[in-house]
């Protein structure tokens, strides 16, 4: 399989046939499922929390936030066929079109956590419609970080195109003002390997990125 | 979207930056192609999560949502809930409920007080997709 973000923008890829694919293949929900499960896992969340899931899709992810823990979410997405999927599916989270790369539209200390999976990679892709992966980088973990209240966690599985992909990711969340750094599962596994960034928001004594 | 997101949400337009009229987006402009629709979906109650989230809800714009809304029932001040399991809480507890979690916009357009863009909503999804030269 190509990897789809090389191929075309979010909101062209994934068109109405692939949100459906996308959505119903089993495979791909085992995935999603237990990448979501590893990053709450991570993120070791009281119950009840207010949590915003970038990149919700059709709300696979949100789905499992609302059955463990009693979470409550709101879910951002570029694609409207996906967030049409997440409507059918008839999930608990409020659903927004939106550009995480134009900034979360929340205001300071919204929410408890952050989860996102198999979404900020996109943030580095320059296409013709937003130029400049580093703006955008820039404005998404700004805007994450106000949105966080302060101590709150951050769970990003994300699939990096190569080391410079990952560096300034990195760098763009700690210039924001985030603490922490990259967690890997299955290092050693080609096929397997998973990349999450795990943030705090503010100076929280963990290691530094 | 919940009337609990309307009380989180801002305009994310370039000219707005931190400017505090962006917040909250207005509900008080409707247009007649896209009338304003409210529909009650039942959440399970969950006391908890409202005394978490209670400190975070800003008052006044949340009195100004409602307002606009067709609701003038709220009480002009924050309750305060220090027991959630306490009973004689129980009641203010399911109103907010409703009221936060409950409540859906279907449908209608929020305006920005400070630059006047309009977000449209749709099958209760907000559209925050902004064209180029609005991106911060
Ligand atoms: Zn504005």
């Known amino acids: 399989m190509s990897r789809p973000e090389i191929s075309a923008p979010p909101e062209v890829f994934y068109s109405d046939i692939e949100s459906k694919k996308y959505t119903s293949s089993s495979r791909i929900q085992h995935i999603q499922a237990s990448m979501t499960l590893r990053a709450l896992d991570v993120l070791a969340l009281p119950p009840h929390q207010h949590i915003l899931d970038i990149g919700c899709g059709s709300g696979l992810s949100g789905e499992i936030l609302s059955q463990e823990g009693g979470h409550v979410w709101v879910g951002m997405d570029i694609s409207p066929s996906m967030l049409a999927v997440a409507l059918d599916r008839d999930v608990e989270g409020d659903l927004f079109l939106a550009d ?55 769970a990003c599985q994300f699939y990096p195109r190569d080391e410079s992909q990952t560096e300034s990711i990195l760098n763009a969340a700690k210039s924001a003002g985030f603490s922490g750094g990259l967690v890997i599962d299955d290092e050693e596994s080609k096929k397997n390997k998973k990349y999450y960034l795990i943030l705090t928001a503010g100076n929280v004594n963990s290691n530094d990125i | 979207m919940k009337i609990l997101t309307a009380n989180f949400v801002q305009c ?125």
């Open chain 2, 12 to 136: 994310t337009v370039k000219a707005c930056g931190s400017s505090p009229d962006c917040f909250p987006l207005h509900f008080d402009q409707q247009t007649p192609d896209l009338p304003l629709e409210l529909a009650h979906e039942d959440v399970d109650f969950s006391p908890e999560f409202i005394c978490n989230v209670l400190p975070r809800i800003e008052w006044p714009a949340l009195l100004t949502t409602a307002r606009e809304l067709g609701n003038t029932q709220l009480p002009p001040a924050k309750p305060e809930i220090e027991n959630p399991s306490a009973p004689e809480n129980e009641q203010l507890l399911r109103d907010l409920h409703t009221l936060l979690l409950e409540t859906q916009i279907i449908q209608g357009s929020m305006r920005c007080a400070n630059c006047g863009h309009i977000y449209f909503i749709r099958d209760s999804i907000p559209n925050f997709l902004l064209p180029g030269h609005l991106v911060q």
């Open chain 1, 100 to 154: 995480m790369g134009n900034g979360v539209p929340f205001r300071a200390g919204t929410f408890d956590a952050v989860i996102s999976i198999s979404a900020i990679q996109w943030l580095c892709n320059a296409d013709s419609s937003n130029a400049d992966p580093r703006k955008r980088l820039a404005r998404f973990f700004d805007s994450l970080y106000a949105a966080l209240k302060r101590g709150g966690k951050v």
